[in-house]
């Protein structure tokens, strides 16, 4: 019986890659070489058309129809697919090599430094892992209070409203707010002193395991607070992938943190819809 099962759930799992695999050309078939190559392209990396159409901002009809009719891709649409998925839109327009090109190489040198500074295989510091997260959430929440404000004003609400000094309030304390969550999470998540003094580890900061967690947790901590709520969070991410944080102290954190936040949210929108209304009556 368990085999049979089994080798069912195997017949299950080859029938769910034979759905989604994009549909074989038949040698009838008269494509341009862009085409034959953009087909073969998702044979090999088992795209479906689906998923292409969505990159393409395609419907999967539409998609369909440049196999059918066998017509060229065009230019915009070889470089939206190397974009999203590093295939060069020259090989797929011309055939020319190399097939697959790096992204990377298109970012200008400061994105480049920024990719390289925080790549997985530098030596991970509190500068990287809590210093810089924590300017970069520092910068989101102000933004966003700034944009607030100005579109208020806009829309003609007093710098002298409630709803106003509430935005400058957020935006003027949230350096203050994290460095707050940073200590909070120092001392319910402790890390004990380095003890050997003589080891060459002591000349560095402690990477301990402990170490290492805490950092990995305050880090997936402000990359969640400026996720939104309809997006996977980085966190489930890391738990999947097995790094070591505190996902409860996470989520917690983050619910009481994003909570009066929301709320500023709520009643900025709510002012933005009355002046809104008041000024279509206005205009009548």
Not at 255 to 262: A, G, N, T, V
Not at 272 to 284: A, F, G, R, V
């Amino acid at each position: 019986m368990l085999l049979n099962l089994n080798l069912l759930f195997q017949t299950l799992d080859v029938n769910k890659k034979l759905c989604f695999m994009p549909r074989p050309l038949t040698p009838q078939s008269k494509l341009d070489e862009s085409t034959a190559r953009l087909s073969q392209f998702l044979a090999e990396n088992e795209i479906s058309r689906t998923e292409i159409a969505d990159a393409l901002g395609m419907s999967v009809s539409g998609l369909n129809s440049i196999f059918h009719r066998g017509v060229k891709l065009s230019g915009v649409q070889a470089k939206a697919i190397e974009q999203e998925y590093g295939i060069s839109a020259n090989w797929l327009l011309r055939g020319e090599e190399p097939k697959m090109v790096n992204l990377q190489d298109k970012l200008d040198l400061g994105d480049r430094w920024l990719l390289k500074i925080y790549s997985k295989d530098s030596e991970p510091t509190e500068l990287k892992m809590v210093t810089l997260p924590k300017a970069l959430a520092t910068e989101f929440f102000q933004s966003s209070a700034m944009g607030w404000m100005a579109t208020l004003f806009m829309r003609g609400v007093s710098p002298h409203e409630k709803i106003f000094e509430q935005l400058r309030d957020w935006h003027n304390d949230i350096p203050k707010k994290l460095s707050d969550e940073w200590k909070t999470l120092q001392k319910e998540l402790p890390v004990e002193p380095v003890q050997d003094k003589i080891s060459i580890a002591s000349a560095f900061p402690n990477q301990s395991p402990k170490q290492l967690r805490q950092w990995q947790t305050i880090r997936y901590f402000l990359m969640d607070l400026t996720t939104p709520d309809e997006q996977p969070l980085p966190s489930s991410e890391a738990q999947r992938l097995g790094i070591d944080i505190d996902l409860s102290w996470i989520r917690t954190r983050r619910e009481m943190f994003l909570k009066p936040w929301k709320e500023l949210l709520f009643s900025a929108k709510q002012k933005y819809e009355e002046k809104k209304e008041d000024n279509s009556l206005d205009e009548i």
